[in-house]
């Protein structure tokens, strides 16, 4: 046989337990950082509807009295 053919088969050390911790503690941040945002996306989605519908009733009021 190859005696190289057995150092092929060889696996890859796995990860230490520490190294696997800080890995999900930054999936984990990432995760709560992209809900936190899309939250304040939503809540800024709402306030610019809000405030164009405002704007809007504002100006068919304006309109309705230029136009007696």
């Known amino acids: ?9 060889e696996r890859p050390k796995p990860r230490e337990p520490a190294a696997r911790l800080e890995k999900a503690k ?3 941040a990432q995760q709560e950082l992209k809900q936190r ?3 304040e996306i939503y809540a800024l989605n709402r306030v610019m509807t809000e405030l164009e519908q405002q704007q809007f ?5 304006q309109m309705q009295g ?3």
């Open 1 to 9: 046989m190859d005696p190289g053919a057995a150092a092929r088969k």
């Open 26 to 28: 930054q999936r984990s």
């Open 37 to 39: 945002q899309r939250a």
């Open 57 to 61: 009733d504002s100006f068919c009021k």
């Open 66 to 68: 230029s136009g007696e």
